[in-house]
């Protein structure tokens, strides 16, 4: 089957989305043929995946979102999706590729058309309106966001989400066509094992090395991307009062975003101690990253799923996270992690603490942990995936009959 893949998240943005569509071209490229529709970002070196045609649109950056950009038709665009002979498609955003997806769809041709629901629109439209202050504009534009969610995804003949808060989100506000939880995968490189660790820890010695990261510190880790809906300030504020009574503990921010420096800013402000902001680094090394942690935290309450969640507990760390979005589905309170209330600063200071003074606590939920992120492996994704291709098929044919 040749399938056409649309999306207006793309490299070198190293996201959930951008993450999701290499596994799945990399994973189903065996069994079928794939066309990437992306927008023509910034960088050096386009990204290319052997034997995948991959149509850079013409794009102009999106002033709320530093790093996305909004795809705009040309008839390059248009003469691609008449020239190129799909059997499906696959959306993976609701936006400019969105509807160029659409067209090619219900207007260029008749096909399948399968959309992934990747983003909690709603809390995000009120961080993208109120930055820093979302919270003052979330119940502003949940009515209108609901609705353009309702009116774009009745084009599609099924929805997936990866994560079942989402799932039950979509169905409890009307979305029209059937909707699916489906988990992406993680990474093979997560489940892969060493070949040579005397390289690994070279590596993890030149990060202590360049971070100032003693042998006496006990690392917690945050890997993402820097954003303000990522709620960070969470975490350095939850930190400022772990270094109080735990000298020893060392914070450790790893990935990059358009408010690094924000969060740099405020780091300095709090006059914390112990921790670093590591900038991006390779997905290929983030295993080996992850293995120098005791723990992971994450405060964003938006997640859809939470891949570093799952990326860490495969490296058997245990997670803090809140009680909010994606990481529900995942994090099991007391038995591979800690949920608190979004936004509890004190609880999870505590959280942390706790783990700071168990090891066997840790270790216990560490391997928890692993066996969660065991779900997440290649092989299951693959059938979900080829399941909800089947029953995209299905509904289609069944409205033209």
Request: aromatic share 12%.
């Amino acid at each position: 089957m040749r399938i056409a893949i649309f999306s207006d998240s793309w490299v070198p943005n190293l996201n959930g989305v951008v993450i999701s569509i290499i596994n799945e071209v990399m994973n189903l490229r065996d069994n079928h043929e794939f066309v990437i529709f992306v927008p023509k970002l910034k960088q050096t070196t386009p990204f290319k995946i052997e034997d995948v045609p991959i149509y850079e649109i013409k794009s102009f950056p999106f002033p709320p979102y530093p790093g996305y950009n909004i795809a705009y038709p040309t008839l390059r665009f248009t003469h691609a999706l008449r020239k190129e002979k799909f059997d499906f498609i696959h959306c993976h955003s609701p936006f400019s590729l969105g509807y160029g997806a659409i067209l090619s769809a219900r207007v260029f041709n008749d096909l399948p058309l399968l959309n992934t629901y990747h983003t909690d629109l709603v809390r995000y439209s009120g961080h993208l309106i109120g930055g820093f202050q979302a919270e003052r504009f979330s119940k502003a534009v949940s009515q209108a966001v609901w609705f353009y969610v309702r009116s774009y995804y009745r084009f599609s003949d099924v929805v997936i989400t990866p994560s079942k808060t989402l799932q039950r989100d979509l169905i409890k506000h009307g979305v029209s066509p059937p909707v699916y939880s489906l988990p992406n995968m993680i990474s093979r490189v997560f489940f892969r094992k060493t070949i040579d660790s005397s390289k690994d820890v070279k590596f993890q010695d030149e990060l202590k090395k360049r971070f100032k990261i003693k042998p006496e510190h006990r690392i917690i880790l945050y890997c993402g991307r820097i954003s303000f809906e990522k709620k960070l300030e969470v975490v350095l504020h939850a930190f400022k009062k772990v270094e109080e009574k735990y000298p020893a503990a060392f914070l450790l921010i790893v990935g990059d975003g358009p408010h690094l420096n924000s969060y740099k800013k405020k780091a300095i402000d709090l006059n914390l101690k112990n921790y670093a902001f590591s900038g991006f680094i390779s997905h290929t090394k983030l295993p080996i990253v992850y293995q120098m942690g005791e723990f992971m935290v994450t405060p964003s309450d938006t997640e859809t799923q939470g891949l570093t969640v799952i990326e860490a507990m495969s490296q058997k760390l245990p997670v803090i996270g809140v009680a909010g979005g994606g990481v529900l589905d995942n994090i099991e309170h007391g038995n591979n992690g800690f949920l608190v209330e979004p936004g509890d600063i004190s609880a999870f200071s505590e959280a942390i603490m706790t783990f700071l003074e168990s090891d066997q606590l840790r270790e216990t939920m560490g391997k928890n942990a692993y066996k969660t992120a065991l779900k997440f492996s290649q092989d299951g994704f693959i059938a979900l995936l080829e399941s909800a291709f089947q029953k995209t098929i299905e509904i289609h044919s069944s409205k033209k009959s």
